[in-house]
């Protein structure tokens, strides 16, 4: 069984547009994060949850907003889509947001905006 | 500033052979160092991670990782690559924001 849920897998969105990423993860663990990955680009950081307290955040944007309605969930919102959004949102979560902690990913949800 | 660097875009091995792909950090401390495993259309899985002692970490599925405080290097080898191998590896260090700093990702490819 998946540890941690993202959805949808796939979704094509019109500029302009407004979309919800979906992420829960089963594994108890305390410390949750967004990740994008952009064609030929490294994994980017975009935010960090812990104990549903945003701890960092890295996207520019005020587009992008993370949401957190219970411990395990941390959806992303992204409103006004461009196309430079495209990219693929990978999900993770850590026991705690230390150095050390182990992360466990999620399978992304893959965004195109035409 | 932090960085992780791994030269190579695309490495193609022959089945059975041995492999290793590089990873260069920038840091100005000892870091947290780790590497992961993308297969198509699938979530990062971490592969091993060195956090301090012996240098020479193991990993899952054979694979091991050596950390060289004086090459800022952390590469990643096998001594026989399987078929399944075949996918995408990252290297990352967590920086003092505990968060992920990553390489741009090797591409491995597995040659029957």
């Known amino acids: 069984d998946p540890k941690i849920i993202q959805k949808p897998k796939y979704l094509v969105a019109v500029t302009g547009s407004e979309k919800i990423l979906i992420c829960e993860q089963y594994?108890?663990?305390?410390?949750m994060y967004w990740y994008r990955q952009s064609a030929k680009k490294p994994l980017e950081f975009m935010f960090s949850y812990s104990y549903q307290k945003l701890m960092d955040n890295q996207t520019a944007s005020s587009r992008f907003q993370p949401q957190s309605s219970k411990k395990n969930h941390l959806d992303l919102q992204i409103t006004a889509l461009k196309p430079d959004d495209s990219a693929t949102y990978f999900c993770?979560?850590?026991?705690?947001?230390?150095?050390?902690?182990?992360?466990?990913f999620g399978s992304g949800t893959r965004l195109l905006v035409i | 500033a932090q960085s992780v660097t791994q030269p190579d875009a695309r490495v193609t091995v022959s089945e059975g052979a041995s492999l290793q792909l590089r990873c260069k950090y920038s840091?100005?401390?000892?870091?947290?160092l780790f590497w992961y495993v993308q297969y198509p259309r699938q979530g990062l899985q971490l592969l091993l991670k060195?956090?301090?002692?012996d240098p020479v970490v193991q990993g899952v599925n054979s694979f091991e990782a050596e950390f060289s405080k004086s090459n800022s290097s952390f590469h990643l080898q096998k001594a026989s690559v399987h078929w399944s191998d075949s996918a995408v590896y990252f290297c990352a260090l967590s920086d003092s924001n505990y968060q992920l700093i990553w390489g741009s990702g090797t591409k491995l490819i597995i040659k029957p």
């Open positions: 840091y100005s401390a000892t870091p947290y």
């Open positions: 060195y956090y301090s002692g």
């Open positions: 594994l108890g663990h305390n410390a």
């Open positions: 993770a979560s850590s026991q705690d947001g230390t150095a050390n902690s182990d992360y466990t």
